[in-house]
Each structure stands twice: as C-alpha cells, then as structure tokens.
C-alpha cells in the first residue's frame, strides 16, 4: 500500500505504524491530510485510532481498510464518520483513487460494505461513543476508569452502558459482551 501511495505522485506517505497506538502518536505528531488505517490492528482498532486521534488532528481525513468485518463494525464506522472505507481485496490502484477523492473533501464507501451497512438492523448500530465505551467494557474497564479515560462523567458512561444493553436485549454485562461479539461489535480476532 506505501509503494502504490507513493508512486501515485500525489502523495507522499509521512509515516507508518505498527500498531494502533503508535498510529494514534503519529498522527499527533505529523497531522497529515489523510490518515490510512487497518481495522484490525494490535493495541487498538482502525476506529479507536480514528476517535482518539481527532482529538489531537481535527482536520486529518481517515480512511480504513478492512478484511471481512460484520455489517454491525461497518455501521459503527460509518456512524463515526468515516472519510473512506475499502476491503482489502480492492486492488491497490482503486484504493489510491479513493484516498485522492477523501483527499478532495469527499466520502467514498466500498459500494458492497455500503450495501451490508444498509441491511443491518437499525437498532444494532451504535453511536461513535456508545462504541468506545463497549470497547472499554470489553477491556475490562469499570465505569470510573471509562469516564477518566473517555473525558466524560461517570454517569454518562452508565447511561451509555444502559443504552447499549437496551439496543442489544441483554440485562448483564457478560451477555452485553457475548451479543456484541456474535453481532461483530467487538473484533475477538485482536487483543481485548
């Protein structure tokens, strides 16, 4: 992916990480146009990258690139605001028009993950936060140390918590947590 980036002529590739955690640093540190993300990364997901590192780079485009992720993952990026989406079977040529278009201020979406987004069941998508804090759940956190780490009060966390145990008809958090995997809410491919 580098090599066709590179030798597009058009961009001109500032870094790459290899994990999600130093993609966050250096996206912090470089603020680059447009920041190209695996989903599936160790230390953090292509959509946990993406809500941390806005925080520190607003005006960075992101874009993910994904393998075979449930309709449901599909969802929570688009909902998150997502700049561009491809599969990893796209040829890298395509991929690099894509990221040229995210580059110009559009939004491009693989037409075939748009069309599994649009056949899941509304009630199953989740918003950008409601995703960071079923991560954090699944990572073991407790409301406090949620609230700590996202910036937010602790009982907005548990009314995040409650809308997603109503979303997804579960009254636990052990059930949350299997719902959410089986829905490919949570990737259990990756360190949790």
């Not at 999600?20 to 997901?45: F, N, R, S, W």
């Not at 990572?139 to 406090?144: A, D, K």
């Not at 145990?165 to 579960?170: A, H, I, S």
């Amino acid at each position: 992916m580098v090599q066709a980036l590179t030798s597009s002529g058009v961009m001109q590739v500032v870094g790459t990480a290899p994990n999600g955690i130093e993609a966050i640093a250096m996206i912090k540190q470089h603020q680059p146009d447009c920041a190209v993300l695996d989903y599936v990364m160790p230390g953090a997901t292509g959509l946990e990258v993406m809500l941390e590192a806005r925080r520190w780079s607003p005006k960075t485009r992101f874009v993910v690139i994904t393998g075979t992720p449930a309709a449901s993952t599909i969802r929570s990026l688009l909902s998150a605001g997502i700049n561009g989406l491809f599969v990893k079977t796209t040829a890298p040529q395509d991929i690099c028009d894509g990221i040229e278009q995210v580059l110009q201020g559009r939004d491009v979406i693989a037409q075939e993950l748009q069309a599994m987004a649009d056949h899941l069941d509304t009630d199953l998508s989740l918003t950008a936060r409601e995703q960071e804090v079923l991560i954090a759940i699944a990572r073991g956190q407790s409301n406090p140390k949620i609230s700590e780490l996202l910036g937010i009060s602790p009982k907005t966390v548990d009314s995040h918590r409650t809308s997603l145990m109503r979303k997804l008809g579960v009254n636990s958090t052990a059930a949350l947590l299997v719902r959410a995997m089986k829905n490919g809410l949570i990737d259990v491919s990756q360190d949790i």
